[in-house]
């Protein structure tokens, strides 16, 4: 089973920046599409990037289009999302998942998620 491990989560005045690591565990994340989500409290799970397995179209919603950056380093099976000018809404929690592709269904089971709070 495909296994994903989410981390990099915090407390941040707005305006400020994290990054979220989702590391894989017993494959080859290079291999897949991974896209980051994001759950707001009392929403449903949302997808906000996806990176495809190779090149460099990456995909974004409209809410983090030019403040969130997803990019993979191979060498250490991680996936990254770079997350600036954080805004109050986007508080909640943050999951990432590997697929064939950005518009193929999760292969991987969820993880815990890492919870990002954006406060003053």
């Known amino acids: 089973q495909l296994q994903v491990v989410e981390s990099g989560g915090g407390l941040v005045q707005p305006g400020g920046s994290l990054r979220l690591s989702c590391t894989a565990s017993g494959f080859t994340l290079g291999d897949y599409a991974v896209t980051w989500f994001h759950q707001a409290p009392g929403d449903e799970r949302r997808g906000i990037a996806c990176?495809?397995?190779?090149?460099?179209?990456?995909n974004y919603s409209g809410s983090v289009k030019g403040r969130f950056t997803i990019y993979r380093d191979n060498a250490k099976n991680t996936v990254f999302l770079q997350m600036n000018n954080l805004k109050p809404e986007d508080t909640g929690v943050y999951y990432c998942s590997a697929r064939r592709n950005c518009l193929a269904p999760t292969l991987s089971s969820w993880g815990q998620g890492t919870q990002v709070t954006v406060s003053s």
């Open positions: 990176i495809p397995p190779a090149g460099p179209r990456t």
